[in-house]
């Protein structure tokens, strides 16, 4: 078991003639993942790689495919089109790695996505991992642009709104032996599609997912909302880490949604509201696998 993607999963890669794009679905490739398709307005008819066959559009993609989940690699003022073009198709999840995509155009996407069966995940995330069974993780599901070589199969299951922050957590639940069931970062934009609490209820429903560790950060308040809720349905162990703590009030660090704008989003407000809530608290990013094994037990 695992949430979102496994290793039968079928995947599109929008933007797979870029460069970074390219670059990245062929680590995926590599890595096991079922690419079976690109999507370039333009250039259907291409290939990439040794086989994987280039479309003008999803919708083509999906017919003759049949791939259920697209990364999108597109420039940010086509990201938001890209997007929809997927919730369109009727794909189960869109996984938007694109930085820097205007926040406008994700009020046209939020709006466009009422009603639809389509999730998202980002934008401005590094995507999704669901490690293999292989050796070194290998026959897996990796969407997106996290290392693949650190992930272990296992039972920790991470969500986080930061790409590096997620990387230094798999190290360290690799490390320690524990591994990880599946490998979420949500992205750090203040607009995105899926919250630390959507995840938080898909692992407390997977059956091969144990434990868990939640990356959060200054600014709004969804990892406390995600808090309150695990503290009432959530049977597993978690550990936290919230990012910003020397932040200064009112000033943007990083992600555009990274901002504190009251006293209730601050990172020592959240880490005493999860404290609350039976969270274990992870003070500094080296902490966080060994305050989830304490959590444990």
């Excluded at 992205?187 to 939640?214: A, Q």
């Excluded at 005493?272 to 809530?277: F, G, M, S, T, Y």
Aim: with cysteine; glycine share 16%; charged share 20%.
């Amino acid at each position: 078991m695992s949430i979102l993607v496994n290793e039968d999963t079928k995947v599109l890669i929008q933007g797979i003639t870029g460069g970074f794009g390219g670059k990245h679905a062929q680590l995926s490739l590599d890595y096991g993942t079922r690419i079976v398709a690109g999507v370039t307005p333009g250039k259907g008819g291409q290939v990439f790689g040794e086989s994987t066959p280039v479309f003008d559009t999803i919708a083509e993609a999906v017919a003759e495919t049949g791939a259920t989940v697209s990364a999108v690699f597109v420039p940010p003022p086509f990201a938001g089109d890209a997007i929809l073009e997927g919730v369109d198709a009727g794909l189960d999840l869109v996984v938007a790695i694109t930085e820097g995509i205007p926040v406008a155009d994700m009020m046209r996407v939020r709006a466009g996505m009422q009603g639809s069966s389509t999730r998202l995940i980002g934008p401005n995330c590094p995507g999704v991992v669901t490690p293999g069974t292989g050796e070194d993780s290998h026959g897996g599901c990796r969407i997106g642009i996290s290392p693949g070589y650190i992930h272990r199969r296992g039972s920790v299951g991470v969500v986080s709104r930061s790409g590096t922050l997620t990387y230094e957590a798999v190290w360290q639940t690799t490390q320690l032996g524990l591994g990880q069931s599946t490998c979420v970062g949500i992205g750090g934009d203040p607009i995105n599609g899926t919250s630390h609490l959507d995840v938080l209820k898909m692992f407390e429903e997977d059956p091969e997912t144990e434990s868990i560790i939640m990356i959060g950060e200054i600014g709004g308040n969804a990892e406390v909302e995600a808090g309150r809720w695990a503290q009432e349905h959530c049977s597993k162990p978690i550990a936290a880490f919230i990012a910003g703590a020397t932040a200064p009030p009112g000033r943007r660090m990083g992600h555009a949604g990274a901002i504190v704008s009251g006293g209730d989003d601050t990172a020592q407000s959240k880490k005493e509201a999860l404290a609350d809530c039976g969270i274990a608290i992870a003070e500094t990013p080296s902490e966080m696998g060994t305050t989830l094994v304490r959590a444990i037990g």
